[in-house]
């Protein structure tokens, strides 16, 4: 129920908002998606041209825009500009880094942090099919804040049972440096 009354009211919110509407009545009507209908398509014809290398770090920016008859133009998607600007070489180092990130946000969320960091990281990534982040601080503090966050801050029940295992190791008579709290047979 939450959902839908939020819905209806951005929708009825953005109706009454001048160029959200034309925006709006631009998308249904007319098909137009800023011409990223045009720009999808150009970008990726450009990636199968030079697959492995790309085109290069500022020349694919010039390329698209003058494919598209601009002086230089965003493709508006961090995959396909990655992609495009240096090709597969570059684009695996890049999106390994990126899952590493993302596996380390689905292992916060056994600790402290939640699902905030699988969120963040998630949130980002689909806003970067619409656009281009990686350029951003936002986009690398997000990712760093997602790739520790799994080591940073266990539960405090974990905290409690470090610390009764550390004081049972330092009873009288225990060996020094035996971290298990099973009592060896040789000490009973």
């Known amino acids: 129920m939450t959902v ?29 998606l800023a011409n990223r209908e045009k720009i999808f398509p150009m970008a990726w014809g450009m990636f199968l041209e030079k697959p492995f290398i790309g085109w290069g770090p500022v020349r694919h920016y010039y390329e698209l825009g003058s494919r598209l008859g601009y002086d230089k133009k965003d493709p508006h998607n961090l995959y396909l500009w990655i992609l495009t600007e240096t090709g597969i070489l570059g684009a695996i180092p890049f ?5 590493y990130c993302c596996r380390e946000a689905w292992r916060a969320r056994a600790s402290i942090h939640g699902v905030l960091p699988l969120a963040l990281v998630l949130a980002l990534l689909t806003v970067n099919m619409k656009g281009t982040w990686f350029n951003r601080k936002l986009f690398w503090i997000v990712l760093a804040y997602a790739l520790v966050s799994s080591k940073v801050v266990p539960f405090p029940w974990r905290w409690r049972r470090q610390a009764q295992a550390t004081a049972a ?5 225990r060996p020094q440096g035996h971290h298990s709290p099973q009592i060896a047979e040789s000490d009973r």
């Open 169 to 173: 190791d330092r009873r009288p008579g």
């Open 95 to 99: 999106f390994m880094g990126v899952w």
């Open 4 to 32: 839908v009354v939020a819905i209806s009211l951005f929708i009825g919110v953005s109706y009454y908002y001048e160029p959200v509407r034309k925006r709006w009545e631009q998308t249904f009507a007319e098909g137009s």
